[in-house]
């Protein structure tokens, strides 16, 4: 006689029909389904979580692979995964992205989690079923991905974890001004004004960039400085031109990125806090590109979806092109400011400076090639609209970099 673990597997791997499942597992008494159904879910993100997954990535691919309610399922099951543990073998990221995702235990016990989602969700028994074998159908497809930080309850990252420790972030406090400052240059009206706020958001994390790089190579940190990785979710629709944007704000900050497409992220290396400045400006000229975007895109008529489809797509080809060459060119700018300087007097000499970056560079390419030992290139996107390409480069031009400060605005 078949149990009832056995048919929940049978019908997320695909090996009896669903609804003919979900009817046996529906007419099952509840006292023999639901410990089963939850003691399935638990080990279904077990899996993951020690497959390398962390809360927001799968709460991410879940929104986009799943259904609405199953988004919420994740957050319990984060919650779920964190009881396990005392909090000072969890890592910070890992608490951080609970907090929030607002992971909490709302439900009295694990043996009656069922039916109380379905009180909850105001669903009938054959709706909850439904939504957790849908669940856990998505959860079987989901592969197991680079493990970038120390799994729950270790108290000590293991050695062979990427940038597990030893990789300073920016200050809280400082973090907290230049995201105040990016959020007022989005939404001020006023392009100098603008200008004004990213300039000196860039001020702060250029400075404390170089200052710690330098502090790492004199040896002033008693701890080891490594790179890191971390993966940013890169959203449909046109998730190839958004990781391009990714990867070009992200080569200004001295990181690099591998974009892994069909899992809605791309993995991001380099140091914390170059890392940090590439998820605030990257974010921050999302937001710049789509609001410019929605100003200049054609009306409807008779072109309909596939024009505005081909005008976003070509919009944002242009935009990261001409951001890609500003960010180039401030960049270089920077740095010749920052090693131009050298006089004595507290200056930073490019005898100092240049090795510094030079090896820091070798080091994150070096921790590249132990996660991802695979990789290849991808084709460039190609431009379908001219009316998009050229509303692309100009909203680019007047899109405002943390950068531009060191060109003296």
Not at 9 to 21: F, K, L, P, S, T
Not at 280 to 299: D, G, K
Not at 379 to 396: C, T
Request: some cysteine; overall charge neutral.
């Amino acid at each position: 006689m078949t149990s009832v673990r056995e048919r929940i597997r049978a019908i997320v791997a695909g090996n009896v029909d669903y609804e003919a499942g979900l009817d046996a597992l529906t007419v099952t008494p509840s006292a023999e389904v639901d410990p089963e159904l939850t003691a399935a879910k638990d080990e279904a993100f077990g899996r993951l979580w020690r497959g390398g997954w962390q809360p927001a990535e799968l709460h991410r691919v879940v929104v986009r692979r799943g259904r609405p309610h199953h988004a919420d399922l994740v957050t319990d099951a984060v919650a779920a995964h964190l009881r396990q543990f005392p909090q000072a073998t969890v890592d910070g990221r890992w608490l951080a992205q609970a907090d929030t995702l607002g992971a909490r235990v709302w439900w009295t016990a694990d043996a009656t989690y069922v039916a109380e989602l379905a009180a909850r969700r105001r669903l009938d028994r054959v709706a909850v079923l439904d939504l957790l074998l849908g669940l856990l159908t998505v959860l079987a497809a989901l592969p197991r991905i680079e493990v970038l930080v120390p799994p729950s309850g270790s108290a000590v990252a293991p050695t062979d974890l990427a940038g597990a420790a030893g990789s300073p972030r920016i200050d809280a406090r400082l973090l907290d001004r230049v995201r105040a400052l990016l959020a007022k240059a989005e939404s001020t009206t006023f392009p100098a004004e603008a200008e004004a706020y990213t300039a000196k958001a860039q001020e702060l994390v250029t400075r404390h960039s170089l200052d710690e790089a330098l502090l790492a190579a004199r040896g002033g940190d008693a701890t080891p400085v490594v790179p890191h990785a971390r993966r940013v979710g890169v959203d449909h629709p046109h998730e190839k031109e958004k990781a391009t944007l990714l990867d070009a704000v992200a080569r200004a900050n001295r990181c690099h990125t591998v974009s892994s497409p069909e899992l809605a992220f791309s993995t991001v290396f380099g140091f914390d806090s170059d890392i940090d400045a590439v998820d605030l400006i990257y974010t921050s000229l999302l937001v710049q590109a789509h609001r410019a975007m929605a100003q200049a895109e054609p009306a409807g008529g008779k072109a309909g979806r596939s024009r505005l489809r081909a005008f976003r797509q070509s919009f944002l080809v242009a935009f990261t092109v001409r951001i890609e060459q500003r960010l180039a060119g401030a960049a270089r700018l920077a740095l010749a400011q920052a090693t131009g300087g050298g006089d004595g007097n507290g200056g930073t000499r490019p005898a100092d400076l240049l090795p510094v970056l030079a090896s820091r560079d070798e080091q994150i390419r070096e921790t590249i090639r132990q996660v991802f030992p695979h990789t290849v290139r991808v084709r460039a996107s190609r431009v379908e609209s001219r009316e998009g390409w050229e509303s692309g480069r100009q909203a680019a031009d007047r899109a405002t970099l943390p950068t531009d400060t060191e060109r003296g605005r």
